[in-house]
């Protein structure tokens, strides 16, 4: 005890420590049916941690190159002591992550929580879900194995169909015309290098602000505690919410641990780029509501390419998505609900479209 | 946290139903952290230690075939992971060594100025049986069996005694 009170002295004397601390422990949490919505950040969060920590440890086994990949994840697998746990983690992490990140998403567009003045804390999110797409799609690719092979053969293309930019792109991210083992070096350099570098930087500002603007507290609560502020309830956030908040990472825990260890993750067969593709292939689910909306879509709307269209529509949808919070006004209005409109509407599209493109043929 | 309002211990006293249920709780939320921790620390730290590498040719390899030394030369050849010296003498014998120096574990050669085994890191000098000379290495390096079998030179490692 006395050694932590004197730890502290020392840091306030240099560092000015409480009043640095002093935001966090100034910060509250509005109290209300739908609060256990705010743990999903913070588990997000939680995975990411996860991510990096077994991210590293499989560096220090795993090797770039179409000769060595497959084989290494395979050595890590079978040879290293608790190596198909390590990656079973990461895999499920990356899933998980995935979910609570769209869930975190959905949740902030139905508590309204993007509105003024968290409009950046929205755009920074948004970013990072992106980031985090990126994350599985160049990491899907790194154990080398068939399925990945051919999921990066058909992301990539998709690339290359838009107009102008398209094709160098494509190029660009497979480093020459076709996926060989260049594209997994470049793949390998994003997952480990750059997208961990811009993740991390934008998960810094995506905090700050947090920390900044504080928690938004919901329109119609906010109202309500305006007219009566007998009924304003709040949590601070520290300690209180922070010890909810760590009890929710560990039964996150909990349930990595359960699934990787019961449903440890396949590493399948070695790629082979002669090979004809397997019946069946499919990218990872989080892509599933763009791939199989490009599969529905006519070879030729009007005068233009179905697929084109299709992918040149889901990045403005993408930019308008990211955008979203400035298309609201300032002042609530009744008329102005049509965002929670598009959000349903999103919502339901995304998971129809997952579910029927998982059961498609 | 707070207790609420009424009075929870009496000193002297034995411990209040709510006291012990609290040790109790904490005790429980305590060692379950505490498993957890193992249970998640645990096979990160055996993660962490390398597979043993399988010593790929085993206890026996051909050093170099006949004919390829000439008198008073030396050769370095894989024994296994590591790395090994086989030495034509003047008078034309095999021997062989480790070619992994006591001291500092780098690569020596032979000399065949100085009809030694020498270490080019630190100076150290070991003679043909391997038995260390001068320099800083503590200890001979591990002789080989040598075996000319038709074409072949064989080394293998000395059985123990």
Redesign the interface.
């Known amino acids: 005890m006395n050694a932590s009170r004197s730890l502290r002295a020392w840091l306030d004397q240099r560092f000015d420590w409480d009043n640095l601390v002093a935001p966090l422990r100034k910060k509250t949490v509005p109290l209300h049916r739908l609060s256990y919505w705010y743990f999903l950040g913070g588990i997000t969060f939680f995975l990411f941690l996860i991510q990096v920590l077994t991210g590293i440890?499989l560096l220090?086994?795993y090797r770039p190159g179409a000769n060595e990949a497959f084989e290494s994840v395979q050595y890590i697998m079978t040879?290293?002591?608790?190596?198909w746990?390590?990656r079973s983690i990461h895999s499920w992490s990356a899933n998980l992550m995935i979910f609570t990140a769209f869930a975190h998403m959905f949740s902030v567009l139905f508590l309204k929580a993007y509105r003024k003045p968290h409009e950046l804390t929205w755009v920074s999110g948004v970013i990072l879900l992106f980031l985090v797409m990126g994350f599985g799609f160049s990491g899907y690719l790194l154990p080398w194995n068939t399925l990945a092979f051919f999921a990066t053969k058909v992301g990539t293309e998709i690339t290359g169909q838009v107009p102008l930019i398209g094709k160098p792109l494509m190029i660009f991210l497979r480093g020459g015309e076709e996926v060989t083992g260049a594209t997994l070096s470049r793949f390998f350099g994003f997952h480990v290098a750059l997208l961990p570098g811009l993740a991390t930087l934008l998960l810094l500002i995506h905090l700050l602000l947090v920390q900044r603007l504080g928690i938004s507290v919901p329109p119609r609560l906010e109202m309500e505690w305006a007219a009566n502020p007998a009924v304003k309830r709040e949590m601070k956030f520290f300690p209180n919410f922070l010890l909810r908040e760590l009890m929710a990472w560990?039964v996150a825990?909990?349930v990595l641990?359960a699934l990787a260890a019961i449903f440890p993750w396949n590493l399948g067969v070695k790629a082979d780029p002669f090979a004809p593709a397997p019946a069946g292939i499919k990218p990872e689910w989080y892509f599933l509501f763009m791939f199989q909306t490009l599969k529905l879509l006519p070879p030729k709307v009007g005068f233009i390419d179905g697929e084109i269209l299709g992918v040149l529509a889901f990045g403005l949808v993408g930019l308008l998505w990211l955008l979203l919070p400035f298309f609201e006004r300032d002042q609530p209005s009744r008329s102005r609900h049509w965002i929670t409109g598009v959000a349903v509407f999103a919502l339901a599209y995304i998971a129809g479209m997952t579910v029927y493109g998982h059961f498609a043929k | 946290m707070a207790t609420g309002d009424q009075p929870v211990m009496n000193p002297g006293g034995p411990l209040s139903g709510t006291v012990a249920r609290r040790r109790f709780v904490e005790a429980l939320l305590g060692g379950g952290?505490l498993a957890?921790a193992v249970?998640?620390v645990y096979?990160?730290l055996?993660?962490?230690?390398?597979?043993k590498t399988s010593d790929l040719g085993g206890d026996s390899v051909v050093a170099a075939r006949v004919g390829e030394l000439k008198p008073n030369s030396g050769k370095i050849f894989r024994f296994g992971s590591r790395p090994g010296l086989l030495i034509r003498t003047a008078d034309g014998n095999y021997r062989a060594l480790s070619a992994t120096c006591t001291h500092l574990s780098c690569t020596v050669q032979y000399r065949d100025d100085l009809r030694e085994v020498w270490c080019a890191c630190h100076n150290g000098k070991y003679n043909l049986d391997g038995r260390n000379l001068s320099g800083p290495p503590p200890r001979p390096l591990e002789a080989f069996d040598v075996q000319v079998r038709g074409d072949e030179i064989f080394v293998r490692r000395r059985r123990e005694a």
């Open positions: 440890l220090l086994y040879q290293v002591q608790f190596g746990l390590i560990y825990l909990g641990g | 952290f957890t249970a998640f096979p990160v055996r993660y962490l230690v390398p597979p």
